[in-house]
């Protein structure tokens, strides 16, 4: 009895599908959540201070900041096609390659074999 390598291991543990899953949504969640960091900062923010008063003195005219916003969407639809194209696809058609081959048949137990010795039996007579 052989005991499994750790690039087996390994190997059984990726094709899972949960690891990627896991990691491209990680990575996923983190870009989506600059886009709101983007989007509060560069937006949401100018409109308190417009409405509330901007407690600091400042010679700048009130603009949103619609670049880091672009960028951060930008960042995010970048992130996630390289995503999809390194890791994602690959791995689905890895696993519809493994999914493609058919599982032999198992062997039938003895009484199945008794049992279809009889029928071929009673099928003669």
């Known amino acids: 009895m052989s005991s499994p390598t750790v690039i087996s291991e390994f190997k059984d543990f990726i094709l ?3 690891a990627i899953s896991l990691a491209v949504g990680v990575i996923i969640g983190a870009a989506f959540g600059k886009i709101v960091e983007a989007i509060t900062k560069g937006i949401i923010e100018p409109m308190i201070n417009l409405a509330g008063g901007n407690p600091e003195v400042s010679l700048k005219l009130w603009v949103f900041d619609l670049g880091m916003v672009i960028n951060a969407i930008l960042a995010l639809l ?3 096609a ?4 390194v890791f994602v696809r ?8 493994e999914e493609a081959a058919p599982a032999a048949p ?3 137990s003895a009484e199945e074999k008794l049992l279809t010795e009889i029928r071929d039996l009673l099928a003669k007579n």
């Open 82 to 85: 390289v995503l999809f194209f």
């Open 106 to 108: 198992p062997e039938p």
């Open 78 to 80: 970048i992130t996630g």
């Open 16 to 18: 899972k599908g949960n």
């Open 90 to 97: 690959p791995m689905n058609r890895l696993l519809k390659k």
